[in-house]
Each structure stands twice: as structure tokens, then as C-alpha cells.
């Protein structure tokens, strides 16, 4: 039977998809349905000792190509806008009423996160985890709310930044670090109006989602390096695809945000299923036998030499690769049953490896 349970710093999660603190875990009930939507673990949205002012509109998808696909959102969003004492006096309660592992977030100052700390473990969460938002301060703020209380700690880094000097000079005080945060500031115009999309003081805005996985995973793959604590991966999370390659970069777990705003709180429960029949059909019986098997990979050993391998069991000559080969090195003819790679013409950029939606290319 193939095992997708996940431990680490002593939380015991069913499955290693996890909600991340924004607006898809907002409240107590949201974290509800996400636990009946499939999560394996609960994360709060971020609280701080005042609720947030935040600007309207501050959210606005990322579209690409004329079908509007979507590839991310910009968010001028902050933390909580419900204050502590709701979050202490209802939130976390119904949260904690999944049975699940509760993670409370919490920002930003070493004075903020000392105060309320304590206040969080009486609550009843699992574990904590600090956002820095920007702020810098990471190794203050981890001594600050490492002294007050005895649950485990989780630092959540910005992707600005030497994130493994970061991870490094965490480690001792810390029992996991989560990578990464949002990235900004960007901005989008409606060309309707002329106008900034979100509401916030200059329009700006900070990118999530499937656009920002390739930095997130960077920074996972380097913080497992460098650490020996465990990473959770949060950063374009919405596959079962994107939880193994995040795990083969080292991740313990990973976080959902961006993906449950646009697709609903069922999208952790196909995410859990897709990783689960991931395994299956590679022949793997848990995530351990999976965990940071690219890290040894990251050595400049990764190299193609012309032209790439072909599974023409799996081929199905659909046309994709020629179309993305700008040397013209590929030729299909679905009639003529033909596929061939000049090897002369092939500069081994393996551009047609990545579109392959069968795997039918290879390095080796």
C-alpha cells in the first residue's frame, strides 16, 4: 500500500499537502473546508497584535495566452484582517475541532511574536510559524519566540535574499524552515482602464503561484543542502506533480495557496490523490524512498549530449517537439509514421524534453 503520511518536528500529517496562511485559510470554517476538501495539515492565516487595514481590490489572477490560463495571482493582501482576540476566542477552536495539525502563523517584530506567542500555544495550535514578510530580523524574531514558548517553531523566508545564510543562522533555533513568500513588487494595468489592478498606495503587488514555483523550488533544493532541519516547500503548489518535485528537492511537506484561491478547497484532496498515484505507477511505496533524490543531481552532472533518447512506445508523434525546436533539428509525420532527430542540427538545449507531455524523451 502506498504511504503519503508525513512527520516532521513531531506533526503527524495524513497526507503532505498543507494550506498555507492567506485568504484560503483565513477563518476557522475555511480551515474547516480545507480538512473536508483532503489537507493533510492546517496553516493559519498570518495574526499580528492589530487586524490588518487591507486595500480593495488587492487580488488579481495572472492570465497567459488568449484562452486566459492562469499562471498566478498578484496580491496586495496582508495579514489578518480578524483580530487576535477572535482568533483566540474562535478561530483556532473550530480549526482544531478537523483533528488535524494546526499551525498558527504569526508576524512580525520580535516584540509581536513574544507577546503573542504564549498566547497562541495556550490556544491549543500544534506548532507556530513566523512570517518575516520583508521585515529582516529573522535570527531576532526566532530567539524571541523560541524563549516563550515550547512547541515547534517554523521560520517562513522571503525569496529575497542569501535564503541558505538565512536557513543557516535559523537552524539553531528554529525546528523547520517553510520557503518561500511572495515575490515583489509587481504590478499588472488593465488596458481597459488604464489603471493599476490592485488598490494598494503605488498598485503594486506580490506574485504567487505556478509562476513562482521554479524560484521556491531553487530555494528549497539549496536550504536542504544546507540544513538538517526539515523544509516545507509553498510556492506554486497545485499538483501531485509539483508535491513530488518539491519532495525530491528535499521538502517534508508543502503548502497550498494560490492554487485552493483559484480552484476551491477540493484541490487538496486531488493534489494528495495525484501523489499518491505518482508513487503507484513509479513503483515507490512512500515519499521517503523519493525525498531530496535530485539533490545529488545538483552538481553540473546533469548534462545531455546530442541528440536526446526516444521512447517511441510512448511516442504518440503528437507535434509539440518540432514546434518548439527553433533549430529545426526534429521532424514528425504522424501519416508517414515518422519521427527523427538530426543529430546534427540538435544543440542539445532539451527544450523538446520539457514539452514531451508523454516522457517520451529523454536525457538517458
Known sequence: MTDITTEFAGLKLKNPVMTAAGPSSRDGMTLLNAAAGGVGGLVAKTVSVKPADVPHPNMAALKEGRVGSRRGILNAELWSELSIEQWLEKEYAIALSSGLPLVAS????????SLLGPKLEKAGVHAIEFSTHYVGGHTKIAKALREVVEIPIFAKLSPKGDVVE???????????????????PCLRIDIETGKPMLGSSDGYGWMSGAALKPIALRCIAEIAKSVKIPVIGVGGVASGADVIEFTMAGAAATQVCTAAI???????????????????????????????????????????????????????????????????????????????????????????????????????
Open 106 to 113: 504569526v508576524g512580525y517584530t520580535p516584540e509581536e511574536v
Open 166 to 184: 538565512i536557513a543557516k543562522s535559523l537552524e539553531p533555533y528554529v525546528d523547520g524552515i517553510v520557503g518561500i513568500n511572495t515575490y515583489g
Open 262 to 364: 483559484l480552484e476551491g478547497h477540493t484541490i487538496y484532496g486531488r493534489i494528495a490523490r495525484e501523489t499518491t498515484e505518482w508513487l503507484k505507477i513509479h513503483g515507490y511505496d512512500s515519499l521517503k524512498d523519493i525525498r531530496g533524490v535530485a539533490l545529488p543531481y545538483m552538481d553540473g552532472s546533469a548534462t545531455l549530449t546530442p541528440p536526446p533518447m526516444v521512447d517511441m512506445e510512448k511516442c504518440t508523434l503528437c507535434g509539440l517537439c518540432p514546434k518548439s525546436c527553433v533549430y529545426g533539428a526534429i521532424t514528425v509525420d504522424k501519416g508517414k509514421d515518422l519521427f527523427k532527430i538530426d543529430r546534427d542540427l540538435c544543440q542539445a538545449c532539451g527544450m523538446c524534453i520539457s514539452v514531451c507531455p508523454y516522457h517520451a524523451l529523454s536525457v538517458d
